[in-house]
């Protein structure tokens, strides 16, 4: 009985150290990306915010394929955009309406097209 209850323990230590590695990676990559990215999050919201002509309420920096970005999401007149903004240059790369099923969304623009 105090074998199983050891390897128990065990067990979730491990789990608990290895969720810490996890988020200490994490927040590494982060940093990372918060390192190379010229355009500030500030910029970013702004971006969107005019493009859309709506209100943003979350912003979040990462990548799309292989390009730092800022995911921004913004809502006018009861819609919810989501708007991909490069975060060395500025450029808006899409901007896409946002359904309930998230699989589901409506582009209304790219950059290039």
């Known amino acids: 009985?105090?074998?199983?209850?050891?390897?128990?323990?065990?067990?979730?230590?491990?789990?608990?150290?290895?969720l810490g590695?996890?988020?200490?990676?994490?927040?590494?990559?982060?940093a990372k990306l918060l390192s190379a990215a010229?355009?500030?999050?500030?910029?970013a919201i702004t971006i969107a915010e005019k493009t859309v002509g709506g209100t943003a309420?979350?912003?979040e920096l990462g990548t799309e394929d292989g390009?730092?970005?800022y995911e921004v999401e913004v809502i006018k007149d009861g819609k919810e955009f989501e708007v991909l903004i490069d975060a060395?240059?500025?450029?808006?790369?899409?901007?896409?309406?946002?359904h309930e099923d998230d699989d589901d969304q409506?582009?209304?623009g790219?950059?290039?097209d």
Do not use: P, R
Not at 1 to 18: D, P
Not at 21 to 30: R, T, V, Y
């Open 38 to 43: 010229t355009l500030g999050i500030v910029d």
């Open 57 to 59: 309420y979350e912003a």
């Open 88 to 98: 060395m240059t500025g450029a808006v790369l899409s901007t896409a309406e946002e």
């Open 21 to 30: 590695a996890g988020m200490a990676s994490d927040a590494a990559e982060d």
């Open 110 to 112: 790219h950059a290039g």
């Open 1 to 18: 009985m105090q074998t199983t209850t050891i390897i128990a323990v065990a067990f979730v230590i491990s789990a608990v150290a290895g």
């Open 106 to 108: 409506k582009h209304t």
């Open 67 to 69: 390009t730092i970005v």
